[in-house]
C-alpha cells in the first residue's frame, strides 16, 4: 500500500481527514499460529467423528436431496445427515483457495486469499446510533448514510451489508432497498446481508449481473459479490440459508460457511470443544456447496467467541475470541481455503470498551492472516448496533494495521547516512534536505487521533475521540460525491427492485 497520503474530500482541510488512498492490504508476516500441526490434525478428525457418528440436521430437502447425491447417509424422518469422513476430505479437493471480486469500479477489484486481507464494514444491525440521536431503530435514511460513509472510507475495501437494517421498509422487500444502495451509491465490491433464502440470494445475484452488466456465466467466471450463511449451532442447518447456499455456489460466487458458536451457550463451554464443532459445521456447509456445484468457491467462517456466564450475554473481543480467530485460520489453512472473521466489540457505546475488544478482534485478523474480515467498521453493541462514530473509530485502526503491514524500506537513500553526518553530534534533523524532501509523508497521519499537547487541545474545545468521530462522519456525508454509474444502470436496477416489489407478498 503507498504511504502517501492526500485529501479525499473538499471539507479535509476543516476536519482535518486525511486519508491513504484505496489500496489492497497485503500481509507479508508469517502468521501466528497457536496449535501445532499435530493438534490441528486432533480437531479435524475430532470434526469428521462429528459428523460422521452425530452428524447435523438439515432442514432443506434440496439440500439433503444433494447431499444424499454425493454419497451421505440421510435420514428424512429426522432430516439427520451423517458424513463418511472419506467423502468430506474427498469433497474438500478443487476448491478455490483465492478469487476475484469485480467491483463496478475495475480500479477496487480485490483478490481474495493467500496473504490479501478485505476490510468490510458491518452488516445485519437492527439499530443504529451516533452522539446526537442516540441508540435508534435504523431507517432508510440511516442506511444510505452509512453506504456513503462506507464508499467514502478508502481503508474499507467492500461495502460490508448496508450497516443497519432500515425498519422503516418492510421486510420482505427491505433487502432490494439495500442492495440498491449498495450498487448505486458506491462503486466498491459488496457483500448482501440477506442470504437467508434462494429467492433473495437470487435477487442479490440479478442485480449485481445488471450491475456489471453481465449474464449467468459471465458473473460466474467473474464474481462480483461475497456472500455469507451461518449455521444454527449447534449442529443445525435451516432450510433458508441452505437453500441460499446453493443459490450462490451455483451462481459460482463466493460464500463463506460460519458457525456461530458461543462456548458455554451454543457450543461447549471449552474453546477447544468449541473449535471442534465451528469446524464440523463448516464443513458441512463447505460440503453442501460442492455437492450443489463442485468446484465452487465456498470458503471458511469463524465466529466463535464465549459467553459472559454470569448474565448468558454474548461476549466479544476477548482472549478466547482471539484464540478462535487464530486457530480457525490454521484450519482454513489446512484445508486451503480463505477464512473470514470480524472485528468485534460487547461495547453499547464507542468508549474504551469498544477501543480495546476492537483491538483485540482486529490484531488477531491481522495476525492469523483472515483474509475476509466482516463487520470491521462499525459494529457495536455485540453486533445489535451500527454506529456512525464506531466506523470512524475502526477506519483509524485499520488504517494504522494498513500501515504497520507496510515492508520497510531499508533503501540506500532512505538510511539517511548524508543527514547523519551533515547534522552530526547534538543537532537536530528538521531543517535538513533528507528531511524536508519527505516531511508530508514520512510518517502515519491519523484519522482521528489528537496529537496535540494539551494546551492546544484545551483551547480548541476539549473534544474527545469520539465527539472527534461525530464531526468527521459528519463532514464526509455534506462532501458525499456519488461515484459515475451509467444511468441506464441505474434505472435498470430501480426497476428490477420495483418489479420485484410487485411480485414478493408483503
Known sequence: MSRRLRPTSR???????????????????????????????????????????????????????????????????????????????????GIPSEFTIHARNPDKTLTVGKNAMIFATVCGPSFVSDIDQGRRQGTREDMRNFVKLAGMLNIFHHEGGSGCEPMDLPPETRHLDMMLAQTTLTDKGWQPCWLNSAERARDCIEMAKIALQTDDEGLRNKPGIIGGINTNSPLLLDDSQAEGLIEFARAGQPIHVT???????????????????????????????????????????????????????????????????????????????????????????????????????????????????????????????CSFEKLILDAELLQMQAAFLEPLDLSENTLGLDAIAEVGPAGHFFGTSHTLE?????????????????????????????????????????????????????????????????????
Not at 60 to 79: F, N, P, Q, V, Y
Not at 463 to 488: C, G, H, M, S, V
Open 259 to 385: 458457525p456461530f458458536t458461543l462456548a458455554g451457550a451454543m457450543s461447549p463451554v471449552t474453546i477447544g470443544g468449541s473449535l471442534v464443532q465451528q469446524n464440523a459445521e463448516a464443513l458441512a456447509g463447505i460440503v453442501l456447496g460442492q455437492a450443489a456445484a463442485i468446484g465452487a468457491p465456498v470458503f471458511y467462517g469463524h465466529f466463535t467467541s464465549n459467553v459472559d456466564m454470569r448474565t448468558g450475554s454474548p461476549a466479544f473481543g476477548t482472549p478466547e475470541y482471539a484464540k478462535s480467530v487464530l486457530v480457525s485460520a490454521q484450519m482454513a489453512r489446512r484445508y486451503g481455503l480463505p477464512i473470514r472473521s470480524s472485528n468485534t466489540t460487547a461495547s453499547a457505546v464507542v468508549d474504551a470498551q469498544a477501543t480495546y475488544e476492537s483491538d483485540m478482534s482486529i490484531n488477531a485478523c491481522i495476525n492469523g492472516h483472515v483474509n475476509v474480515m466482516m463487520h470491521a467498521g462499525g459494529w457495536l453493541e455485540g453486533g445489535l448496533t
Open 11 to 93: 471539507g479535509s482541510r476543516e476536519t482535518g481527514f486525511v486519508q491513504p488512498p484505496f489500496a489492497a492490504v497485503k500481509n507479508p508476516m508469517a502468521p501466528l499460529e497457536p496449535i501445532s500441526s499435530d493438534q490441528v490434525e486432533v480437531i479435524h478428525h475430532a470434526s469428521l467423528n462429528i459428523l460422521r457418528d452425530v452428524g447435523i440436521k438439515v432442514d432443506s430437502k434440496i439440500a439433503r436431496k444433494l447431499l444424499h447425491e454425493a454419497g451421505a447417509d440421510i435420514d428424512d424422518d429426522t432430516a439427520r445427515v451423517r458424513f463418511d469422513p472419506g467423502m468430506v476430505e474427498d469433497m474438500l479437493i
Open 438 to 506: 519527505r516531511y508530508e509523508d514520512a510518517f502515519y497521519r491519523p484519522i482521528l487521533s489528537d496529537w496535540r499537547n494539551f494546551e492546544s487541545w484545551h483551547e480548541d474545545g476539549e473534544k474527545t475521540a469520539t465527539q472527534r468521530a461525530n464531526a468527521i462522519w459528519k463532514q464526509l456525508l455534506r462532501d458525499y460525491e456519488k461515484p459515475p454509474i451509467d444511468p441506464a444502470i441505474e434505472d435498470e436496477l430501480e426497476a428490477y427492485v420495483a418489479k420485484r416489489k410487485t411480485e414478493i407478498p408483503c
